[in-house]
């Protein structure tokens, strides 16, 4: 993490200006708690531990990590550095920084004590896939207001979508197409999503609604089946 600690690697200059004065330093038992996951989740899952190589360990494997924008120094630099260092074949990743919520206009922290939980969130009735909705609106490559009305709006769409697909359905495969583009292009989510509030709206049949609600829950993790 970047410090103002009188111990740790200092930053070159030329690197970033703002970070002049600071260090880089990290916990390395930290960077390999996701191996220890898999390995957790093998056995969980009945199945050998020693499979983490598949993922950990396989040229042909691509594992991606979704970190807030305060851990890219760490998880960049330090996890490749490491990886490279004990010479093992590890798998490089693939990182994406997701920025900052904010709420009330601050940034959500513990120490402001403006977390919003999404175990709160489902205590008081809201659906998982309805949270998760709302969240995929939002570019992950910039600061976002989280509104506290945003579940609310999401529900709304989903419950529309839903009805959609209970019917004759215009068209589906520009849609899908639409779908698989928009991820494809930096994980644009929240354009998928438009694209898909805006077919619900539109008339039409031929559509195929199995196949649609395949790729929704499969590429966005949204289950339409309750």
């Known amino acids: 993490f970047p410090s103002h600690d009188t111990w740790g690697i200092p930053v070159p200059a030329e690197i970033d200006p703002d ?9 390395p038992d930290s960077l ?7 390995k957790a989740a093998l056995k969980a899952k009945g199945r050998k531990v020693e499979e983490y190589e598949r993922f950990w360990k396989d040229p042909e494997a691509r594992i991606f990590q979704f970190l807030g924008q305060d851990n890219v ?4 630099l330090m996890q490749g550095a490491m990886w490279l260092g004990v ?5 490089m990743t ?3 920084s997701v920025f900052h919520l904010m709420v009330d206009g601050e940034k959500m922290s513990k120490s402001r004590g403006n977390l919003v939980f999404v175990s709160e969130l489902i205590k008081q009735g809201i659906d998982p896939m309805t949270i998760r909705w709302a969240l995929l609106k939002r570019p992950y490559r910039s600061e976002y207001m989280w509104q506290r009305t945003e579940t ?9 979508l839903k009805n959609k697909l209970k019917g004759e359905i215009p068209p589906t495969s520009e849609l899908i197409s639409k779908i698989y583009d928009y991820l494809a292009n930096d994980l644009n989510s929240a354009a998928a999503i438009t694209a898909i509030n805006d077919w619900v709206v539109q008339d039409g049949s031929g559509g195929n609604g199995e196949e649609l609600s395949g790729v929704i829950d499969g590429l966005l993790g ?5």
Do not use: N
């Open 19 to 27: 970070m002049k004065g600071k260090t880089l330093y990290v916990w």
């Open 222 to 226: 949204i289950s339409l089946s309750a």
């Open 73 to 76: 120094y760490f998880y960049v």
């Open 94 to 96: 693939d990182v994406y």
């Open 87 to 91: 010479k093992d074949h590890w798998t």
């Open 152 to 160: 609310t709006q999401a529900e709304l769409e989903l419950t529309a």
């Open 32 to 38: 390999i708690a996701p191996i220890s996951f898999t």
